[in-house]
């Protein structure tokens, strides 16, 4: 499925060897000192007087841990220098997403940070450098499908999660409207306890050897929203609001396709996660039968007619009661997968499962 962020190709600076600093990159290279000072540290690459460590060898610079480029417009990985903890920094453009700061603020502060159906990314601090935008800080996330969901049980877990973010942002009359693929990341400290590259999350922090990784089984996850940039709060006293089109990572809504001049975008955010699940589940993998008539009702031209929040998480509630132990345990296989892989992964998986029940480990992998 999804690597670390959606990749944005960054034009390295001309002049430069390969493998060198592009143009966004060297944003930041130019402010290591000044983020050093704030308590963040970056990498070995953006650090003042780095010389690459291919310089002189025959091998290609992506072998080399910095030789590993950022994939990221706005954002940087780096290090809080006072507990060692993998943190993603974002430059925030104003007239990209004026409420941002604002949407971050509200669902990092009390009392609502401390609710547990909030799963917004918690905001860990705000960075004031003189002259240039501020810079929002989070914990480092990965994309919610990496690695991918091995059974029923993980799916439910994070749909459970993801819709019950998406309600409490509602309810807090906060409208999301990019709940996309993208912008649904997972926490990695129970799966990842040594954590990963940054750049590419295959591979150990230092670059050396394999990533080591737990199953959401064996470790639950917890799923987390992030990327305010189109988010808005509306007044309840107003009604129901009103606003222009925005259109974020899935183009495909329908009331984005008629030109109205304003929607109602709570209705959007449903679409959005309907769409996920059609697209990215029930379209490319087998057993995802008893989403259709959830996922129909999300997904309905007419904005009016979808459920609400609040409708979709009673619902899902009702359909997770009803899937069996086996269902729940049973493994996510691809559509037209073909038969030797079926029977070699059916064989690694009932024997995990196996270990999984005698470990009493739950069939719907809840975090502590």
């Known amino acids: 499925m999804s690597s670390q962020y959606i990749p944005f190709l960054d034009d390295p600076i ?6 060198g600093l592009g143009e966004h990159e060297n944003w930041w290279a130019e402010r290591q000192e000044a983020l050093e000072q704030a308590g963040y540290m970056l990498r070995p690459r953006f650090r003042p007087g780095w010389q690459p460590s291919w310089t002189g060898t025959n091998k290609q610079f992506l072998d080399f841990e910095d030789g590993q480029r950022i994939g990221m417009r706005l954002g940087m990985d780096a290090t809080r220098i006072s507990d060692g903890k ?32 909030n799963h917004c990314v918690r905001l860990l601090d705000v960075i004031e450098l003189p002259n240039d935008q501020p810079i929002i800080v989070h914990p480092l996330l990965r994309p919610f499908a990496n690695p991918p969901l091995q059974t029923y049980g993980e799916f439910v877990t994070f749909f459970s999660h993801t ?52 199953s959401r089984t064996r470790r639950p996850t917890r799923y987390l929203l992030i990327d305010f940039g189109l988010s808005r709060r509306y007044d309840p006293a107003n009604g129901p609001p009103l606003d222009i089109p925005i259109r974020g990572g899935d183009k495909s809504a329908p009331e984005h396709q008629d030109r109205v001049t304003q929607y109602n975008p709570f209705p959007t955010d449903v679409y959005y996660l309907g769409n996920l699940i059609r697209e990215d589940f029930m379209q490319k993998y087998q057993g995802f039968e008893f989403m259709e008539p959830l996922v129909t009702d999300m997904v309905q031209n007419d904005p009016t007619k979808r459920p609400t929040m609040d409708e979709v ?40 499962t196996v270990g999984y029940i005698l470990g009493r480990k739950a069939s719907i992998p809840e975090p502590k």
């Open 313 to 352: 998480v009673t619902r899902f509630s009702e359909i997770r009661g009803k899937l069996s132990t086996w269902k729940l345990r049973s493994r996510i296989a691809r559509k037209y997968e073909f038969w030797p892989v079926t029977a070699w992964k059916s064989v690694g998986h009932w024997y995990r």
């Open 163 to 214: 819709c019950e973010g998406v309600q409490f942002m509602h309810e807090n009359h906060v409208a999301h409207r990019d709940c996309t693929y993208a912008n649904i990341m997972l926490d990695p400290s129970n799966m990842f306890p040594e954590s990963f590259h940054p750049a590419v999350t295959d591979r150990s922090k230092d670059f050396r050897r394999k990533a080591k990784w737990y």
């Open 14 to 19: 001309p002049g430069r060897q390969p493998g």
């Open 86 to 117: 993998p943190v993603m920094l974002k430059k925030l453009l104003r007239e990209e997403g004026p409420h941002e700061l604002e949407i971050n603020k509200l669902f990092s502060a009390e009392p609502l940070v401390s609710d547990p159906r």
